[in-house]
């Protein structure tokens, strides 16, 4: 619960103004590695008066087209970006991971084995990458449509 509350904040920070615009573009530029910079997407999907429903993505920056190749640093790129649908409740102040890529539904806690082989905490898992995620956003990431600006010197 504590981590669904502090990623609550954490979003607050990384997208100040989601009570009023549709989306949010930072920046994370890799830095010694050519084309590895990318960008988080975070869009809100739904608005109601207690509720915000987001989806987040990240995506190659500056890439439209991504050209084959036997090099293994160029393989990568083939790789599924991650995506998350992000419940806020405001009232309650919590950001909950819904669902990770086309993961939906899955119970806090999980008897393995089952079926799916979806891990005992996988729930907590989604909760853990948002935070990882928003961290990484909050310390290397600039608001890509003002490269200028980045958090540690937007005034909260």
Known sequence: ??????????????????????????GIAAQGRANAAVNVVIEVTERTPYTTLLFIREERAGSNEIKPSTNKASAMLWAQMPSLKVRLYHDAKLAEVTAFENARCVRPKNVYPNNKMVQRDEKAQWNRFLEEWLSLCIEHGYVAKRPAETFDTVED
């Open 1 to 26: 619960m504590a981590r669904c509350e502090a990623n609550y904040w954490r979003l607050q920070r990384v997208f100040p103004a989601m009570d009023r615009e549709q989306s949010r573009c930072v």
